[in-house]
């Protein structure tokens, strides 16, 4: 873990800040005593919110009893194929 004073943290704030993304956690000291740890967020990108996702009790109840139902795109394509009546 990379150590710098306040005072070098005051002087170059937006290059810290880009190497504590690069680096890791990076220590702010004033004489000598750690006083924060800065530290990059992680990227909400990287996780996929799916994966956390819970199955409710009632759907997990139904499954396996479901039927595969109708599928929508052939419903749409009966009715269009339908002469309509004006």
Same mark, same amino acid.
């Given at each position: 873990?990379? $150590?710098?004073?306040?005072?070098?943290?005051? *002087? !170059? =704030?937006?290059?810290?800040? +880009?190497?504590? #993304?690069?680096?890791?956690?990076? $220590? #702010? =000291?004033?004489?000598?005593?750690?006083? #924060?740890?800065?530290? *990059?967020?992680?990227? /909400? !990108?990287?996780?996929?919110?799916? !994966? /956390? !996702? +819970? #199955?409710?009790?009632?759907?997990? +109840?139904?499954?396996?009893?479901?039927?595969?139902?109708?599928?929508? $795109? /052939?419903?749409? *394509?009966?009715? &269009?194929? &339908?002469?309509?009546? *004006?």
């Amino acid at each position: 873990m990379k $150590t710098i004073s306040i005072r070098e943290l005051h *002087a !170059r =704030t937006g290059a810290w800040v +880009r190497k504590a #993304v690069e680096l890791g956690a990076i $220590t #702010v =000291t004033e004489r000598g005593k750690p006083l #924060v740890r800065l530290e *990059a967020v992680p990227d /909400a !990108r990287s996780t996929n919110p799916f !994966r /956390a !996702r +819970r #199955v409710r009790p009632g759907y997990a +109840r139904l499954r396996g009893k479901l039927g595969r139902g109708t599928d929508s $795109t /052939a419903m749409i *394509a009966e009715d &269009r194929e &339908r002469p309509s009546r *004006a």
